[in-house]
Nanobody, 123 residues
Framework: QVQLVESGGGLVQPGGSLRLSCAAS????????MGWYRQGPGKGRELVAD?????????NYADSVKGRFTISRDNTKNTVYLQMNSLTPEDTAVYYC???????????????WGQGTQVTVSS
């Protein structure tokens, strides 16, 4: 089995910062990519940031968070982080961790999701 456990959400004032963490555990032959999505009130789920890792490391950010959010990975801990600075009320959402994982050498790569962590930006 694979589990993604997120932490770090909460309530923050506009202009503040939060750091989200997501740790993958279980049967992990390889992790191809890890990233963050979010779903705001009345909105669909959208990509926030994604990191492919590996030898050719590609990082992709939503335009709305470029320059404010930073994604990083610690491959020794199978963990991905999202540093969020200069937060605005528009960043209020449930943030979901996503990972594309191959559980064994014979498995396909599948997408797994965390349970979500609430981020609320409000004064």
């Amino acid at each position: 089995q694979v589990q993604l456990v997120e932490s770090g959400g909460g309530l923050v004032q506009p202009g503040g910062s939060l750091r989200l963490s997501c740790a993958a555990s279980g049967r992990l032959f390889s992790i191809n990519a890890m990233g963050w999505y979010r779903q705001g009130p009345g909105k669909g789920r959208e990509l926030v940031a994604d990191n492919t890792g590996g030898g050719a490391c590609y990082t992709n950010y939503a335009d709305s968070v470029k320059g404010r959010f930073t994604i990083s990975r610690d491959n020794t801990k199978n963990t991905v982080y999202l540093q969020m600075n200069s937060l605005t009320p528009e960043d209020t959402a449930v943030y979901y961790c996503n990972a594309r994982i191959r559980r064994t050498a014979w498995d396909d790569v599948n997408a797994y999701w965390g349970q979500g962590t609430q981020v609320t930006v409000s004064s």
